[in-house]
């Protein structure tokens, strides 16, 4: 990691720029990702000098460049006005975006290169602008280009031959060359193309990967992980394939069953999973693991999606059911807004867990809440989280909220309230106002606390297209879509 504190002025930014430029080298990033980030973090720093300080004022600016398992990582730390101020005067919800925005070419530039972008408010401590860029990687595509065609092999499967066991890293691109047969350029996330990210996010934990390994070829047939990308406690399962050859005979069950024991292991309170909805086949999976429906996603994937090999498109974004596999029970004091309070107990019943009624108390005073707001460029949605909601939240998220719909193009925004903090019962009333519609809930997934999930679509969905499998899970959908018709009137 590298720091470098400059005073709030223009005449900086050849010394920010050397800064980045020379931090770039120092993690070795190859020469042609260089002028990208001297112009990215140029706009960058006219985007925070713009928005973060009055005129004249002084004040200083830290910046961080660091890498991790996949990223470069440039982070700005100011204690000027949270976010954007000029926002909610400047724009409205029905305005017609492509006329709105007059200032943005900073942040319309920014989303061109970088993979991600978040806001941090950090309350007192001030806020956080950081953006992520992928480190570049060879994919499996390139690698199986650069050698000779491999012949087909008849495959002749015996159980026998097969050993279930967590990743080795001579694995990594065995399970790449899976996926690719298996989907060829069609699955969605794409970091299971790239052999060295397999590798580095098992490392670091934030991947968990169980794999199927035919002792007699020496090839890896299955793949299943846990996701940890925060390394909280809650992880997403996901990422799973089975070899058509070798499938009927349960390996997805048994790489689960293994996956499950790690996961008691990491004192995890449960497992989250997003099954798509255009077939039912996932979901069926998920309730056969003993997860239980909690929320849904309308337009969670990509229309198309952003690997660069892919040229399929979808006919529209594919919209997800939100399933949850309670591991472990804790003690919960919930603040449930009346509006959806009898869902929300619904839900509880469903996943066996206890809670008691927070009690009313004055709100916590404004300037304490914590908010985060990411950008997902590849996916073309947006988080905003809210771990601790005071007075001043909802103008804190509606700032954030107009960023990443009206300087970002978001076409869906996700947005997470601890309700395990404080009474949300008027913040509810205002984001509803704002056209948010009530989503479900997430337990532990915000910081270790629950979290009552809302979303704002930015289009529309065919709903007719969406297919749920089972009564519990139908009468989440039903209310969850309910709410969305009647907040979109």
């Known amino acids: 990691m590298t720091e470098l504190q400059l005073p709030n002025q223009t005449g900086m930014l050849l010394v920010l720029q050397s800064f980045v430029v020379e931090s770039a080298r120092v993690y070795n990033l190859p020469e042609n990702m260089l002028q990208h980030l001297r112009l990215i973090s140029e706009e960058a ?15 200083t600016i830290k910046v961080v460049a660091d890498v991790d398992d996949s990223y470069f990582i440039l982070s700005f730390f100011d204690k000027g006005l949270p976010f954007d101020s000029s926002l909610a005067k400047q724009y409205h919800p029905e305005a017609d975006v492509d006329a ?24 007192s401590g001030g806020k956080e602008f950081r953006l992520s860029f992928e480190l570049p990687q060879r994919d499996i595509i390139t690698i199986l280009n650069n050698k000779r065609p491999e012949a087909e092999e008849k495959v002749k499967v015996d159980i026998n031959d097969i ?4 990743i080795k890293d001579s694995d990594a691109i065995k399970i ?36 199927c390994h035919d002792k007699r070829r020496d090839e890896i047939v299955g793949h299943y992980a846990l996701e940890r990308p925060s390394l909280g406690i809650v992880a997403e399962s996901g990422q799973a394939v089975v070899s058509p050859e070798y499938r009927g005979f349960n390996l997805m069950k048994k790489m689960r069953v293994m996956l499950e024991k790690k996961a008691l292991e990491l004192q995890l309170e449960g497992i989250m999973s997003q099954p798509v909805t255009t077939h039912v086949f996932s979901q069926k999976v998920n309730v056969s ?22 040229s399929n498109t979808l006919s529209q974004r594919e919209s997800c059911m939100f399933y949850f596999k309670p591991l472990i029970k804790r003690n919960r004091n919930l603040f449930l807004p009346p509006k959806h309070k009898s869902i929300i107990e ?29 950008y997902y460029a590849g996916w ?22 107009y960023n990443l719909l009206f300087k970002l193009k978001a076409e869906v925004i996700f947005l997470f309230i601890s309700i395990e903090h404080s009474d949300i019962t008027e913040l509810v009333e205002q984001l509803e106002g704002e056209k948010f519609f009530f989503a479900g809930i997430a337990p532990s997934l915000l910081n270790g606390k629950d979290a009552i999930r809302f979303e704002y679509l930015n289009g529309t969905i065919d709903s007719s297209k969406i297919k749920i499998y089972g009564e519990k899970a139908q009468e989440i959908f039903n209310y969850i879509f309910s709410e969305k018709e009647k907040v979109l009137k």
Not at 184 to 211: F, H, M
Not at 289 to 306: A, N
Not at 353 to 365: C, I, L, R, S, W
Not at 382 to 397: A, K, M, Q, Y
């Open 289 to 310: 693991f003993g997860s239980f429906p909690c929320g849904f996603s309308f337009g969670l994937v990509p229309q198309k999606l952003s690997f660069r090999q892919i």
């Open 100 to 123: 709105v925005d007059t200032e943005g070419m900073e942040l319309f530039l920014i989303k061109q290169y970088a993979d991600k972008v978040e806001w941090v408010n950090h309350g």
């Open 176 to 211: 790449a060359r899976t996926i690719y047969r298996a989907y060829g350029y069609t699955y969605p996330n794409e970091d299971l193309y790239y052999p060295e990210r397999i590798i580095a996010q098992n490392k670091s934990g934030k991947l968990i990967s169980v794999v």
């Open 163 to 166: 050993d279930i066991r967590f």
């Open 45 to 59: 720093f006219l985007h925070i000098l713009k928005n973060s300080f009055n005129p004249g004022e002084l004040s």
């Open 346 to 374: 619904k839900i509880y019943n469903n996943l066996g867990y206890d809670f008691t009624p927070g009690k009313k108390t004055p709100n916590a005073v404004s300037g304490t809440n914590k908010v985060k707001s990411n």
């Open 380 to 401: 073309g949605f947006g988080v905003i989280e809210v771990s601790e909601p005071d007075t001043s939240t909802f103008d804190t998220i509606k700032k954030a909220f």
